[in-house]
Structure formats: structure tokens, C-alpha cells
């Protein structure tokens, strides 16, 4: 993956798509090998739920969207 993609579509990104409420914290930046902390409450989001989001940013991303 680019950098420059990388840098446009980030984990976090796709966790507030899928829940904007949703209290985390992130290290890293890798999708496989990212840490997530759920806080105050907030349900996890299953990992496959979370790389299907990404997946999906990056193309909006490249196609323009």
C-alpha cells in the first residue's frame, strides 16, 4: 500500500464510519497488526467488520469519491 493511501484512509476512519460514537484508542497503523482499546462502554466492532470499511474508504479514496 502507498503512503500516500495509507496516509489518506486511516483505521480509526473506518471505526467512526461504522460507529461516530464510539470511544477508542489506536496504535498503529497497520490493519493487521493494529491495537485497539474500546473505552467508556463502546462495543467493540468485529475486525473483519472494521477491515471491510477500510477496504471500502480506500476505494472512495482512489476512485475520487
Given at each position: 500500500m502507498s503512503t500516500k493511501?495509507?496516509?489518506a484512509v486511516k483505521v480509526i476512519d473506518a471505526i467512526l464510519?461504522?460507529?461516530p460514537n464510539a470511544n477508542v484508542v489506536t496504535r498503529g497503523s497497520d490493519?493487521?497488526?493494529i491495537e485497539i482499546?474500546?473505552?467508556?462502554?463502546?462495543?467493540p466492532i468485529p475486525?473483519?467488520?472494521?477491515?471491510?470499511?477500510y477496504l471500502e474508504?480506500?476505494?472512495?479514496?482512489l476512485s475520487g469519491a
Open positions: 493511501l495509507r496516509d464510519a461504522i460507529n490493519i493487521d497488526t482499546d474500546w473505552h467508556d462502554g463502546t462495543t475486525m473483519e467488520d472494521i477491515k471491510a470499511k474508504l480506500q476505494n472512495e479514496f
